[in-house]
């Protein structure tokens, strides 16, 4: 079955009365098929187009996937098959990684040394959305993403990039340059946290398509925040932020692993959006240590 649309690649909405479009997306279980009928019909340019983008979307394959962007924060940001799609939540994360982001660029003013940029880094960056937010929202800073999957990062690259960013690959810090050792101001890192056993019961726009190592936590959801909270600490600045996404319910066990690597923490959440973050500080150098350079 094709479609015969009067207008490809037009924002102008089709009513939904009787469209043969929506009819099928709500019959695949597209909640907001009306929605999703218009995002389509505005990507393809022809109606063998439309009708292979809508075969995929029938299909089970993310909307984000078969557009080729997710919106994010107010951003477009590029994902293709095989990344992790941003979700609403993560807003939280990077909203609070701007606000110290934007705190930290006023203090670097304020000093009026000369001093390089604060640097934000994006960790386990995905598509590198919660960067390219906070690079978006405060100009002036310095921004590094990275993640262990090649394909994300070269995506990353693709949204970071405007913004004068970076991304690196490789596991966690050690696909940072090592100049940035003990100079990042914030990490922010939404690290996988769904326990393993519990992966089976995400919806299948999830578990069948997204990469498994983008979702997978170990047996209690916590196994990278563990390596994340334990190895920040030499990254970043004196009085620098590290903020994890979590859930609601793995927050004090986050929360926990904070202050086992020596950080104040505190849980924020934004019930509207379903998000949960915890926010650590590190603690300034003692003087005598602070003109010590880092290597």
């Given at each position: 079955m094709?479609?015969?649309?009067?207008?490809?690649g037009s924002s102008s909405r089709v009513t939904s009365a009787g469209d043969p479009l929506v009819a099928r997306l709500r019959a695949a279980g597209c909640v907001f098929a009306e929605d999703e009928a218009q995002l389509l019909r505005e990507a393809a340019r022809s109606g063998p187009i439309l009708e292979a983008l809508a075969e995929r979307r029938i299909g089970g394959e993310p909307l984000e996937y078969v557009l080729g962007w997710a919106e994010f924060h107010g951003l477009r940001i590029a994902v293709e098959p095989g990344v992790f799609v941003p979700r609403r939540r993560s807003e939280l994360l990077a909203r609070e990684a701007a606000a110290l982001a934007a705190a930290a660029v006023s203090a670097a003013k304020a000093?009026?040394?000369?001093?390089?940029?604060?640097?934000?880094?994006d960790l386990c960056c995905g598509s590198g959305a919660v960067g390219a937010a906070v690079a978006s929202a405060v100009p002036g800073v310095e921004l590094h993403a990275a993640d262990v999957d090649p394909i994300a990062v070269e995506v990353a690259r693709r949204n970071v990039g405007p913004f004068g960013g970076q991304a690196h690959a490789g596991d966690l810090f050690a696909?940072?340059?090592r100049s940035l050792r003990g100079r990042v101001s914030v990490i922010a890192a939404n690290a996988p946290y769904v326990p393993s056993s519990a992966i089976?019961?995400?919806?299948?726009?999830?578990?069948?398509?997204?990469?498994?190592a983008a979702l997978d936590g170990g047996a209690d959801g916590l196994d990278l925040q563990r390596r994340v909270a334990a190895g920040a600490g030499e990254w970043l600045a004196p009085g620098g932020h590290l903020l994890i996404e979590t859930s609601k319910h793995q927050s004090s066990g986050t929360a926990a692993l904070f202050a086992d690597a020596g950080f104040s923490a505190r849980i924020v959440r934004d019930p509207d959006i379903g998000g949960t973050v915890v926010i650590g500080e590190s603690e300034a150098l003692p003087a005598q240590f602070s003109a010590i350079p880092h290597s």
């Open positions: 094709t479609f015969e649309e009067p207008e490809f000093a009026d040394d000369g001093g390089s940029a604060p640097v934000v880094v696909a940072l340059p089976a019961f995400m919806p299948p726009e999830a578990r069948d398509y997204e990469p498994r």
